[in-house]
């Protein structure tokens, strides 16, 4: 009897001490949520199926309870994702891991280890520094017209739109993204307080004496000068390209609008006596179209950045499928 209660003993004890042994993840995902709790310190879990999970709060656990056939289907108990390639792993067997930024983070083989821990910031959704510039000599060309080609960037001088690098898995020039942006922003500051300023007497809510109105013209031209005269002279150089290779564009429109309101304003302002009588109003004024010209500018950049920003973010995908390609194939003949 004492020998049977001492193998059973042994057999129970040995059976905890296994339990016990048994590797406890860093990490787990709640099954719910999907948010990333530390299983040594969850204070919710449950047991289904032989498997335990892991919970951030209680009324996940009573979610999972209620219906668990539902969260633990195409869920891994314990599981991570490689932030390579997506595939899930288990940290508890993994046996590639590395730690960036006090996390740490699990790969399903050495390569994808490798290529996390030679830029972690593209994998971990950490804002990337700004992309190093291409060598010299890369050819750029128009995703409209493909046929155009050039050594460095520039526009096409069909359509005006600006070039991008021939060869985008080489990498990513992104100076004109910047440019674009930093020059919308400045756009923005200025075109705002024009269109309220242009705007205000049309509201009917006040209406301004002459001197005011005046000096409301004064804000306007003052306000809408950088626009036209610095913002927008880009845009007239890519109309004036298009018309000289007779082929008119979207930025001829742009700039032949621009260069006409504001011309027309100015003219407005400073000699409203050249215009007929029935343009003008009982104090002699000629309206102006100076926000019209501010705005039009302020739009056209404001929709350069997002179309670059998207085509940005396109090509950037299409380099990170090229990267899931193995480096080397090997062919194998039939016997």
Known sequence: MNHDHANHAARCCGAHAATAAAPTPVSAR????????DPATARFSAEHDGQRWYFCNARCRERFL?????????????????????????????????EHDGQRWYFCNARCRERFLADPARYTGAAPAPAAPLPAGTLYTCPMHPEIEQVGPGSCPKCGM????????????????????????????????????????HLGLWHPSPALARALR???????????????????????????????????????GVIVAFGYSLVAMFAPGWFPPAMRDAHGTVGVYFEAAGVIVALALLGEWLELRARGKTSAALRRLLDLAPPLAHRLDAA
Not at 218 to 241: C, F
């Open 30 to 37: 709640d099954p719910v949520c999907g948010m990333r709790v």
């Open 66 to 98: 209620a219906d668990p056939a539902r969260h633990a289907v195409g869920a891994t108990p314990d599981s991570a994702r490689d932030p390579v390639c997506g595939m899930r792993v288990d940290p508890a067997t993994a046996s590639f891991s590395a």
């Open 162 to 201: 600006a070039l991008e690098p021939k060869d985008f898995s080489a990498g990513e020039d992104d100076g004109e993204l910047r440019a674009v942006r930093r020059k919308s922003l400045v756009a923005a500051a200025f075109a705002l307080p024009l269109l309220l300023v242009a705007m205000l007497p």
């Open 218 to 256: 004064v804000a306007e031209l003052v306000l809408s000068a950088p626009l036209v005269l610095w913002a927008g002279v880009d845009y007239y150089r890519r109309g004036w390209l298009g018309l000289r290779n007779r082929s008119p564009n979207m930025y001829t429109l742009i700039g032949t």
